[in-house]
């Protein structure tokens, strides 16, 4: 990937702040599963929770390809603390599309700020796949709305000022009566979370269900027309696909690179194992894997930033679908390489390993991208 100049002096000074701050405690964070609330006040003082907020409300104004550089640097080391840069985008980017002027000036500000964190809300115990399957209620009553129903997987969301939740206003069957509303947590009665979720990898990033009981949200935080909900979270779904798929280049790469430096330096048979062509023929196509799932994650950043909104479904599934499975076959071989140290803890591969098995089930599991990517093929 050939970057402007002003590209690589972002990403240079994204791997030195990585290399400074991630890399020593990203084994930790893992070990402990905390949440890393020191990187979010740092991450917010360099602008990159906020990344994508217009400069117009105070944000830094940057656009899809630098936080897919931001999200790739960080992930060599950890896929966990990339999602911290950018995380602001699920939230900002239905405000920008579809809520109003006085939304926008309310909200967006508050996100441009140092360390704001934010969530969204859509899948439920029933409903991951199958977004239409939403049971989750909204029901108007004068000025508010209340809202009753429980939501599962919502990263962040106990951490959240500002949660993003996509509810049934309507009894219309499927996609068509789902409405997005904008929910402040800490400041409304009834929403309660329950336990952390135990997960395999991505230790770090709390993922918890959500349990709204009677929860009166006012009508001016309603995002868009109700019933066009569904269409705000796949715009944002979108947008957010191609920084997965970027995330898991850093993390085909980081784990490429430690694949190489262990090459070198383990002996068997009086000779470095990097001297034998079956270990060059999996690092050649480990490389091979990460370098096409780069092009693929960039053509992609490229044509959001060039507002080519047409082709933007279906190069984000292609370039999501292709960059996850690539992680997880590229960590898997590294964990090969490196034998049996490979399988313990003393070495980052094992962590990769388990980091990359998400990337093929969340934003929508690869399965379901390769519909949309066969949709896209056969509608002409």
């Not at 990403?11 to 990585?18: A, I, N, P, Q």
């Not at 939304?103 to 115990?125: D, F």
């Not at 390769?370 to 002409?380: D, N, P, T, Y």
Request: contains cysteine.
């Amino acid at each position: 990937m050939i970057f402007t100049e002003e590209q690589q002096a972002f990403r240079d000074s994204v791997r030195r702040v990585v290399e400074r701050h991630v890399a020593p405690i990203a084994a930790e964070i893992d070990e402990t599963d905390r949440f890393p609330t020191e990187l979010v006040k740092l991450f917010g003082e360099m602008g990159w929770v906020q990344l994508l907020v217009p400069e117009q409300y105070g944000g830094p104004g940057g656009n899809l390809t630098m936080m897919c550089i931001a999200r790739e640097e960080i992930a060599r080391v950890s896929p966990a603390c990339a999602t911290l840069a950018g995380l602001n985008t699920m939230l900002a980017m239905p405000l920008l599309h579809f809520g109003t002027e006085a939304q926008r000036q309310r909200i967006l500000p508050l996100l441009a700020r140092e360390g704001t964190v934010t969530a969204t809300a859509i899948s439920e115990p029933q409903a991951g796949s199958d977004v239409g399957a939403i049971a989750t209620r909204a029901v108007r009553k004068g000025d508010h709305y209340v809202l009753n129903g429980r939501k599962q997987w919502c990263s962040y969301g106990c951490e959240a000022e500002f949660i993003m939740l996509y509810a049934r206003t309507s009894d219309e069957v499927g996609a068509a009566g789902i409405s997005a509303f904008l929910l402040e947590p800490k400041r409304m009665n009834g929403i309660t979370f329950g336990r952390h979720e135990r997960k395999m990898g991505f230790r770090g990033a709390p993922n918890t269900p959500i349990f709204l009981d009677d929860v009166e949200v006012p009508v001016e935080n309603l995002v868009g027309d109700e019933g066009r909900g569904f269409r705000a979270s796949m715009r944002a779904l979108d947008m957010n696909r191609p920084t997965i798929g970027a995330q898991c280049v850093g993390l085909g790469q980081g784990a490429l690179d430690a694949a190489i430096a262990y090459a070198r330096e383990r002996r068997q048979f009086k000779r470095s194992i990097s001297d034998f062509q079956g270990i060059q023929f999996m690092l050649a196509d480990m490389a091979i894997q990460v370098e096409a799932a780069r092009g693929l994650v960039y053509q992609c950043a490229g044509a959001a930033d060039g507002g080519d909104w047409k082709r933007l479904n279906y190069l984000a599934s292609v370039a999501k679908c292709f960059a996850s499975d690539m992680a997880m076959k590229v960590t898997t071989d590294a964990v090969q390489v490196f034998g049996g140290y490979g399988y313990t803890r003393d070495y980052p591969v094992e962590r990769w390993m388990r980091d990359a098995k998400l990337t093929q089930i969340f934003e929508g599991t690869n399965q379901i991208q390769r519909i949309v990517i066969a949709r896209e093929l056969l509608s002409g």
